[in-house]
């Protein structure tokens, strides 16, 4: 049985995830051992997923993360006052989920969706 999946990105430049995981998606840091630092939800649970794609829908290409937040809206203001860039959307999607997609302090592109109600 699976516990957990965690993403790991490789970079020297482990600090600069505050700017976006923390400070923008509001993840707490778990664990900074500074040769690794790991952000995640306390006390919250989370479902595990992994996808396989050919692409990210609507013709976009398939991001390397997917982020589910309670507000898209919300979060893509954070995003652009912190100047990150928008590469597709904000949309409503046909299979119900609004969402954008941004590149992360690494280059990530992100997927960040709410479902619609």
């Excluded at 995640?40 to 589910?68: N, R, Y």
């Excluded at 919300?74 to 590149?103: H, M, N, Q, S």
Aim: aromatic content about 10%; cysteine-free; glycine content about 8%.
């Amino acid at each position: 049985m699976v516990k957990r999946i965690v993403l790991n990105i490789d970079t020297q430049k482990i600090a600069d995830a505050t700017s976006f995981y923390k400070d923008i998606l509001g993840l707490d840091l778990l664990m900074d051992h500074g040769w690794i630092a790991t952000y995640g939800a306390t006390g919250q649970k989370m479902d595990v997923q992994i996808s396989f794609a050919s692409e990210g829908g609507s013709g976009t290409s398939t991001p390397d993360l997917s982020i589910e937040v309670e507000n898209v809206d919300e979060v893509l203001e954070k995003v652009k006052a912190a100047e990150f860039p928008i590469e597709y959307g904000p949309t409503d999607e046909p299979w119900g989920i609004r969402r954008f997609y941004t590149r992360d302090p690494f280059g990530k592109l992100i997927n960040i969706l709410s479902h619609l109600d």
